[in-house]
């Protein structure tokens, strides 16, 4: 069963950094946090993961708190074409159980 | 990243047919595939665990008659939806994971519609 909680949804302005907020509460000490986006009918695409230290790839970046209780996704420029539904996800690797996401509305 | 292949992207079956999946690997070895599906506008929900060579794990809930899971090699797995009803009309979609695990990514397929008349 998915163990994180996400808002139902989110606007952000194109061009403007969009923030997604991830509460993993439960996470155990061995479980990463993973992020996954899955836009409209395709199959989910990587984002970026980490264990406890902050993240950053070409795609975005990942603050997790020092606690590992909750991390936040960051998309620092937000397109058009990042309007997909975000999701986050705890795991040790073994199972990858998907919550409801949030829904990143970018618009123009 | 690593590519993962499903085949067929849809497909529409009468209902009593029996309807086969294929998820390949493409560019890795993949210890574990996993079988997902996903209702209209809800999220993935986790259907089984698949390690090659061994029989599938199922989730709770989710029936392994019905839904058969062969993973016979390193780059194929595949599920087969016996019987199929309009009601496992759906998306299906796989993902793979290899060897090393300190990757840390788990590649998914484009994902199968599956419709039922």
């Known amino acids: 069963d998915a163990k994180t909680t996400q808002p139902t949804s989110m606007d952000c302005a194109e061009g403007r950094a969009a923030n997604l907020p991830c509460n993993h509460s439960?996470?155990?000490?061995?479980?990463?946090v993973y992020w996954y986006r899955q836009i409209h009918s395709q199959g989910p695409q990587y984002i970026i993961h980490g264990l406890k230290n902050n993240e950053t790839n070409e795609m975005a970046s990942l603050i997790i708190t020092e606690d590992r209780k909750s991390s936040t996704l960051i998309l620092p420029h937000a397109t058009l074409r990042d309007t997909a539904v975000y999701y986050c996800?705890?795991?040790?690797?073994?199972?990858?159980?998907f919550g409801s996401g949030t829904k990143l509305n970018v618009k123009p | 990243g690593a590519v993962v292949s499903q085949h067929p992207s849809w497909v529409i079956c009468k209902s009593g047919t029996s309807v086969k999946i294929e998820c390949r690997s493409l560019d890795f070895q993949a210890t574990t595939m996993f079988w997902y599906r996903q209702f209209p506008k809800q999220s993935l929900m986790l259907m089984a665990t698949?390690?090659?060579?061994?029989?599938?794990?199922?989730e709770q809930g989710v029936e392994k008659d019905k839904f058969l899971i062969n993973h016979a090699s390193l780059t194929l797995s595949t599920l087969t939806v016996t019987s199929a009803h309009p009601e496992d009309s759906s998306f299906y979609i796989c993902?793979?994971?290899?060897?090393?695990?300190?990757?840390?990514?788990?590649?998914f397929g484009e994902g199968s519609r599956l419709t039922v008349l």
């Open positions: 996800i705890s795991s040790n690797f073994n199972k990858f159980y």
């Open positions: 993902s793979a994971r290899g060897r090393s695990r300190t990757a840390g990514e788990l590649f």
């Open positions: 698949s390690n090659e060579g061994s029989k599938a794990t199922y």
């Open positions: 439960t996470i155990s000490g061995n479980e990463y």
